[in-house]
């Protein structure tokens, strides 16, 4: 049973450039949300994915998009990088949209914006 | 919106000891879970414990609902213990984790 995967595991972007992070979500689940870490800091949920729609939305401007495919899996883009994007992002699935149910995450993808 | 504050810290302890890691958070909540951040940045799901207690070999985690309170015990801690442990609650319906700030556990051989 394979957990939820990310690519890359690794990125760096230069300011204002575009970038795109993959997801699979865990076989049987199909809500996926993205999260961004800052360093030392607990995760920031940026949105969540199901039916392929924006379902929740955290503080996060614009330029940070995503979408689902029919498939479940999921991209996070994020347009005009600025060297305060360099993070830790985490996917995370779940069966269901909410209630109840643990979340499982991946192994993320580190952006360094320079 | 509702705040998850983690104590201690930081936490030092010898390759046997045990620890207690708590969790606070201001409103009622239907989902929290325990994570280890390992160093490579992988959450790790320990607990899923919106309420009662559970096991999990030398990990064991105890929340009550009413009280607005988890807690986490570490018993005969060994040095692949050491790392970041996150706890994080979700609202009724909202679908997202909010994360406390995490607390450092180092264990020394």
């Known amino acids: 049973d394979a957990g939820v995967t990310q690519s890359p595991t690794h990125l760096i972007k230069t300011r204002g450039q575009q970038v795109t992070l993959r997801c699979s979500p865990k076989?049987?689940?199909?809500?996926v949300s993205w999260y961004q870490q800052a360093l030392g800091q607990g995760p920031q949920f940026i949105f969540q994915?199901?039916?392929?729609?924006?379902?929740q939305r955290g503080n996060f401007p614009d330029r940070f998009s995503g979408h689902q495919f029919p498939n479940y899996s999921s991209e996070l883009n994020v347009n005009a990088l600025l060297l305060g994007d360099s993070a830790l992002y985490l996917c995370?699935?779940?069966?269901?949209?909410?209630?109840?149910?643990?979340?499982?995450f991946g192994p993320g993808t580190r952006l360094l914006v320079l | 919106g509702i705040q998850v504050e983690q104590s201690p810290p930081d936490l030092i302890l010898q390759e046997g000891a045990n620890s207690t890691l708590r969790c606070n958070f201001s409103?009622?909540?239907?989902?929290l879970q325990w994570f280890h951040q390992n160093p490579w940045g992988q959450l790790i799901n320990l607990f899923y414990?919106?309420?009662g207690t559970k096991q999990n070999g030398r990990l064991s985690a105890t929340t009550v609902a009413t009280e607005r309170y988890s807690l986490l015990y570490i018993s005969s801690s060994q040095t692949t213990d050491s790392g970041v442990y996150f706890c994080?609650?979700?609202?009724?319906?909202?679908?997202?984790?909010?994360f406390g700030q995490g607390t450092t556990l180092q264990v020394k051989p």
């Open positions: 994080a609650v979700e609202r009724t319906n909202t679908g997202k984790l909010i």
């Open positions: 995370a699935s779940r069966p269901g949209l909410a209630g109840s149910g643990a979340q499982y």
């Open positions: 994915y199901y039916e392929e729609e924006e379902r």
């Open positions: 409103d009622s909540v239907n989902n």
């Open positions: 414990i919106p309420s």
């Open positions: 076989s049987g689940h199909d809500t």
